[in-house]
């Protein structure tokens, strides 16, 4: 079973759509995140939920709005998209780093690389 | 942000040959990971590593927090090795991890 699986694989859109990726985890973790790959394979992160609530916002556009409806999924929804947006993003998850004693290891999934035409 | 420096941008070794990689950051971490992201994209986690020396397999990591560096080294080196190498940390379990630019590793057979 994939531990952390987002779907599609492979987004190719024009500009102006609206478009959304799913994730979900099977591992039981409290912490999900987004991050974005770019064209020079810097990895940054934009958001992430710990049990539904959002934590980290990292100055994000407004067109992109995480959700996530249980601890087990967090899905992206991206608006109006521009061609700027054109990258990989990955989705994460990991133990609540905040407890002690626990596998803090942060597991991705296979990245949904996302072309805006 | 707490800055992540890596090094060797670029690699290329010779299959059979050891590496050294290495990691600097700025700040005090409570949280360093390495990950090895393969020629078809997927991230791979292979150290949890805040400090001190882990062995898997043919890799091995020290992180001397101390001195805010980790060093990871493959040994043997395989065309499967091949890929770019992160490094990531994270403060004080803010769920907000940081990444290197990476070492793009390309071994020959």
């Known amino acids: 079973d994939t531990a952390v699986s987002q779907t599609p694989k492979y987004l190719v859109t024009q500009m102006g759509n609206d478009k959304s990726i799913k994730c979900e985890q099977n591992?039981?973790?409290?912490?999900m995140y987004w991050y974005k790959q770019d064209s020079k394979k810097f990895l940054k992160i934009m958001f992430s939920?710990?049990?539904?609530?959002?934590?980290i916002n990292e100055t994000v556009p407004n067109r992109f709005s995480p959700k996530s409806p249980d601890k087990a999924h967090l899905n992206l929804h991206i608006n109006s998209l521009e061609l700027g947006d054109s990258a990989v993003y990955f989705c994460?998850?990991?133990?609540?780093?905040?407890?002690?004693?626990?596998?803090?290891?942060?597991?991705f999934g296979s990245g949904t690389q996302l072309s805006v035409l | 942000g707490i800055q992540v420096e890596q090094s060797p941008p670029d690699l290329i070794l010779q299959e059979g040959a050891n590496s050294t990689l290495r990691c600097n950051f700025s700040?005090?971490?409570?949280?360093l990971q390495w990950f090895h992201q393969n020629p078809w994209g997927q991230l791979i986690n292979l150290f949890y590593i805040p400090s001190g020396t882990k062995q898997n397999g043919r890799l091995s990591a020290t992180t001397v927090a101390t001195e805010r560096y980790s060093l990871l080294y493959i040994s043997s080196s395989q065309t499967t090795d091949s890929g770019v190498y992160f490094c990531a940390v994270d403060r004080y379990n803010f769920n907000k991890f940081y990444f290197g630019s990476g070492t793009k590793l390309n071994v020959k057979p």
């Open positions: 939920y710990n049990n539904k609530e959002l934590i």
């Open positions: 994460a998850s990991s133990q609540d780093l905040g407890r002690t004693g626990t596998n803090e290891k942060l597991f």
């Open positions: 700040d005090s971490v409570n949280n």
């Open positions: 591992l039981g973790h409290d912490t």
